[in-house]
């Protein structure tokens, strides 16, 4: 019989099994190692993070956060706001994130009672609603700061309240000193503008109706009435909820001066239509006509009269920012924010919530990253504000209170309001992150097209790249950029949406109109989302200045066809240029520094101090006086121009000036002057950046 002991199994002689071990052994090893060092190319880098991050996204966690958030009417410093404050610090702390809160101490404005009836000749009368019905829950539609009043006169109608209209109803014989003036609302003006061009007139009180094609026709929109932005009693600072300090008082001229001095009110279409059914006077303008959609047979006054009460109360309240932080690897010092407001009129679905909803989905998704191995080379900031619908007082106290670290340390601030209205990626953003808002949307899918890009849709929808520019003062961006200059974007899908500022923006209204599928949420996010990944990973920031150079060449061809030829532009065109080379020469060092050739302490130095030209050249669009007298907006390129309309939609100082020299309350030679100086003025802020971009 043969010896079993001296083969193994594979049928080999016991000798060799010694060797044959050996080898297997060292073919283990090496494998080992290729596994290993496969695995080490694995795309761990930031690309990868940044795919996990968009294949990550989900519409059912979305919709079951904006569900949430909009179970009850959550109106700015009510109890229900806190809850929402409390669920989204919840939410992030369940991610495992840094959080933190910042509660200020606001002057907010509430109604407590409004009345509104219509009298006929014959004697008899009708109230009118003002809410909508079976709203009681929510608060009762009024136009917070209006102050309060009663009045009884004729209505007259005004089409959109601009001074050109008031101009028409002049030339048909009718003045409206003392009337009550009801007004469609427009594109133009600002219900705040609104407002305050009624009084200047002589108007004894407003009522403002929307009447977009699409509107419920009795949804009332809710909405505020103050000027400017921020906190009215502690302009330019912070009160702490907790330790105080200073506020002016309610008679300070610096405080009254931002409230109306007429009372007002919004209406229903429904309401609108009852009121102006009753007017006599002469027709409407043609002009007028045209795009309305009621039949209103006359401009009034009367023979219809209104009785309009409105008592309201102003009150300081608490206010509350909620804060997730994913501290930077490499740079902590140096912040990418995103922002959302959190407060709504009433149930908020769209205005904000969906913006909220994706905030905590981004915070899940970071969160996830993270788990796999990613940390931000930079600090990301998820930022949460309260009490925007009253003037962005959350996200103003925050950046007036921190206005040394988050001015000189913020890379951009990305804000997201209404996240979904409806369909179609809106974009606005300054100049600088053009390219990248256009990168990014070639790598999110888009939602309503199976196979196609965000992008594809987006620019076939345009016929091209169409970014909007951050002139308005309608969400929170404004601090950020119109008072510490920090690089800013905002986007949103959908636009106009039918329930704004109304009780019946609600979770059905979004899921049945606004977003079925959840899907634009995903979108929105996803860019959003990946807009603050590149910012805060990318070793050289993705800024592009010669974007802003040849923007700002555009302005300056759209003025020169404006202004005669007495007004020298020259001054604005040199500093362009220096801009513009000051773009190229910082392009070609940021190429040279993005090629891995040298990890040399000296090269973190040197691409830390091109980034921190990239970052802080928008500072230079600052000017410590600001826009005669709003010296609050210190940017001097975007930000509002006085209230009554105007063709720019940049260069606010300079568009405030030419709009003197129209009034003709000044002599056409003093009136170029001023405009010369704002030239000036504009010219040396470019100059600024063009310095801050080159560095010394
Ligand atoms: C009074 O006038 C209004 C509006 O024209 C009309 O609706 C109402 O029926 C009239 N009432 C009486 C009692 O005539
Ligand atoms: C999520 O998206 C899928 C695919 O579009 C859809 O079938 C599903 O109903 C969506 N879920 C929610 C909660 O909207």
């Not at 969906?354 to 796999?372: F, K, N, P, V």
């Not at 000036?657 to 802020?685: C, F, P, T, Y």
Request: proline share 6%.
């Amino acid at each position: 019989m043969k010896k079993v002991a001296e083969f193994d199994f594979w049928g080999l002689p016991l000798k060799q099994k010694g060797t044959l071990i050996f080898a297997l052994i060292c073919t283990l090893v090496t494998l080992c190692t290729i596994v290993n060092w496969i695995h080490l190319q694995l795309p761990r880098g930031t690309p990868f993070y940044h795919r996990s991050f968009l294949s990550t996204a989900s519409n059912v966690t979305i919709s079951a956060y904006l569900r949430t958030l909009t179970r009850q009417p959550h109106l700015a410093g009510t109890p229900p706001s806190l809850s929402t404050a409390n669920f989204v610090l919840s939410q992030f702390q369940s991610f495992g994130l840094e959080t933190s809160t910042a509660r200020f101490q606001a002057l907010l404005s509430y109604p407590l009672h409004s009345s509104l009836s219509l009298h006929f000749r014959n004697g008899t009368a009708v109230g009118l609603p003002l809410a909508e019905p079976g709203s009681s829950a929510v608060v009762p539609p009024y136009h917070a700061y209006s102050p309060s009043g009663s009045v009884t006169s004729t209505a007259v109608f005004a089409n959109y309240g601009r001074e050109e209209d008031y101009e028409a109803l002049i030339k048909l014989g009718v003045d409206v000193a003392g009337s009550v003036v009801v007004v469609r609302k427009g594109d133009d003006l600002s219900r705040g503008a609104v407002v305050r061009v009624a009084q200047r007139v002589g108007a004894a009180a407003v009522l403002i109706y929307a009447e977009d094609d699409r509107t419920v026709k009795s949804g009332v929109e809710r909405g505020t009435v103050i000027e400017g932005v921020g906190d009215p009693q502690s302009p330019g600072w912070a009160v702490d909820a907790d330790n105080g300090g200073e506020i002016l008082g309610l008679d300070d001229p610096e405080v009254s001066g931002r409230f109306p001095r007429i009372p007002s009110l919004p209406l229903s279409l429904e309401c609108a239509e009852k009121i102006l059914g009753e007017i006599g006077g002469p027709p409407l303008p043609a002009e007028w006509r045209e795009s309305l959609r009621s039949r209103i047979p006359g401009v009034g006054p009367g023979p219809a009269v209104l009785k309009l009460t409105y008592q309201g109360e102003k009150k300081i309240a608490t206010i509350q920012n909620v804060f997730a932080i994913i501290r930077g690897s490499k740079e902590p010092d140096r912040y990418v924010l995103l922002g959302n407001h959190r407060d709504a009129w009433a149930y908020g679905a769209v205005d904000p919530n969906s913006g909220t909803a994706a905030l905590l989905d981004i915070a899940r998704r970071y969160s996830l990253i993270m788990r796999m191995g990613w940390k931000p080379r930079r600090t990301i900031i998820l930022c949460s504000w309260d009490a925007e619908e009253f003037g962005m007082m959350g996200s103003t106290e925050w950046v007036e209170r921190n206005i040394v670290n988050v001015g000189s340390k913020s890379v951009a601030y990305l804000n997201v309001d209404c996240a979904v209205q409806g369909p179609g990626l809106f974009a606005r953003s300054t100049p600088q992150l053009d390219d990248l808002l256009v990168e990014i949307t070639k790598k999110v899918k888009d939602p309503d097209t199976t196979g196609a890009t965000v992008y594809k849709t987006w620019t076939e929808a345009n016929k091209g790249i169409n970014i909007e520019r951050l002139s308005g003062v309608d969400s929170d961006y404004s601090p950020f950029l119109q008072y510490a200059g920090i690089p800013s974007v905002d986007i949103y899908y959908g636009r106009d949406f039918p329930v704004y500022h109304t009780a019946y923006d609600t979770y059905d209204w979004m899921a049945k109109n606004g977003d079925p599928t959840f899907q634009r949420h995903v979108s929105a996010s996803g860019i959003w989302g990946l807009l603050a990944l590149h910012l805060a990973d990318d070793p050289i920031i993705p800024f592009n200045y010669v974007s802003y150079a040849i923007q700002l060449q555009g302005y300056v061809d759209v003025l020169s066809k404006l202004l005669s030829g007495s007004i020298s532009l020259h001054p604005l065109s040199s500093s362009i240029q220096a801009l513009h080379s000051a773009a190229k020469e910082v392009q070609a060092k940021a190429a040279e520094l993005r090629s891995p050739v040298s990890i040399e302490e000296d090269a973190v130095l040197m691409r830390r101090a091109v980034n921190d030209q990239l970052m802080l050249a928008e500072r230079g669009f600052l000017d410590a006086d600001g826009l005669q007298g709003r010296k609050w907006f210190k940017h001097l390129i975007y930000g509002p121009h006085g209230d009554y309309g105007s063709k720019l939609r940049f260069f606010p100082s300079i568009a405030d000036a030419m709009k003197l020299v129209e009034s003709r309350d000044i002599k056409e030679s003093e009136g170029n002057a001023v405009i010369q100086h704002e030239i000036w003025r504009v010219s040396r802020a470019i100059q600024r950046a063009a310095d801050a971009l080159r560095g010394i």
